[in-house]
């Protein structure tokens, strides 16, 4: 009677336990995942090609992982396996082209020409972001195109675009030096030619009262062109984890530079209206104005890229800055490089700083033509949306490795 009692009650706490909805939640936190990290190696600049699973060593938070395989893929094939069991990974590519240029620069189409010569490969899918909109070129629709046109018609869109996206912003340009230059005959007394002297002919604080705020309000349309939007690059982030593809962005930006008042002609109109409080705050909104604040913010970036699995490359177009007298062009995007090159770097991707695109970009490539997928399962995987760091090192070797940082765990 009592062991059939014992054994009733056994039952009840059985039934209880698994018809309770929090203790299903905690058996399915704890689940097993398989994470695949595409990753690089180089003994200086030659990628390394014989590795095998045994020469490697992965770590996630800091603490040892087993290895369970590990794939030599070139150009988008496997060439070689080393695994306990076959993931049977998805391996074709999928390449995306980002310009945030304010100038066409022909080194930018001759990086297109070189992408179709030495590095597409049939089945590759292409997408390409300009200033103005996205272009996709899907493989089955690539395979129905001549190469020649295909490059042709892209060269053309990239520089239509790029002339068309920075039209506005060359137009504030314009308007910002003609500003200054006139800011200055209003200080000394030297016509600028433009409008804006009073009926007598004559300049001053008139003028002032006028091109001060002026300045500031074209300085502040312009600093709206070219804001990056946090939001836009984490939901292209977001849409890049859900694609199977290995994926490989290549960002081209172009050197930023900011038309401002000298600071020794500023000084003077401080100095000379230094009793006229209106003056003198327009001044002080300047300052203001000049100041911009990091918006991005790099970790949060990093993690997301990382977690999409792709690698980002980024090319810092360093133009020179315009001469323009009585104009300091001021550096404005030391922010923007700092942030993006920390991005790349978290997915193992490379950071190319040159006033020619295309030979970054050919030096590039040639580190792509390459790599390998690892597969491990992390001991005691618990789903609970934090980032998990990644950690890999070749046993007895000091080669250079490149890959991507770590996840999310979701």
Known sequence: MKKTLILVILVAILLFLTSNPAFHQEQHEVVVTNVQVPLRVFEGERFVPDLNMADFEVFEDGKPQD??????????????????RDYMPMVDRQFYFVFQVMEYNPKMTEAIEYFFDHVYQPGDDLVIQTPVKNYSLPAEKARTIPKETLIKDLKTIIRKDANVGAMEYKNLLKDLRRIVRSIASAQTGMPSGMADMDSSGSVGVQSLEFLLPRYRDTLGRMEELRLIDEKWILRFASQ????????????????????????????????????????????????????????????????????????????????????????????????????FSQVAEATGGVVDKSRNPAAAFKSTSKLTEYSYLLYYSPREYVRDGNFRTIEIKIKDKDYRITHRKGYYAN
């Not at 930023?256 to 230094?274: C, K, N, T, V, W």
């Open 67 to 84: 290895i369970t395989a590990l794939y030599l893929t070139r150009n988008g094939q496997i060439e070689r396996m080393d695994a306990t």
């Open 240 to 339: 890049l984890k859900r694609i199977e593809e290995q994926k490989t962005v290549y960002f081209f930006y172009e050197r930023e530079f900011r038309p401002e008042i000298q600071a020794s002609l500023l000084g003077q109109i401080q100095m000379q209206y230094h009793d006229d409080y209106n003056i003198i705050g327009q001044i002080q909104d300047l300052f203001q104005a000049y100041h911009r604040e990091l918006t991005l913010d790099v970790d949060r970036l990093s993690r997301a890229f990382s977690d999409a699995a792709v690698l980002l490359n980024f090319f810092f177009i360093d133009n020179k800055p315009a001469s323009v007298s009585g104009v300091y062009m001021r550096e404005q995007s030391e922010d923007v490089y700092m942030v």
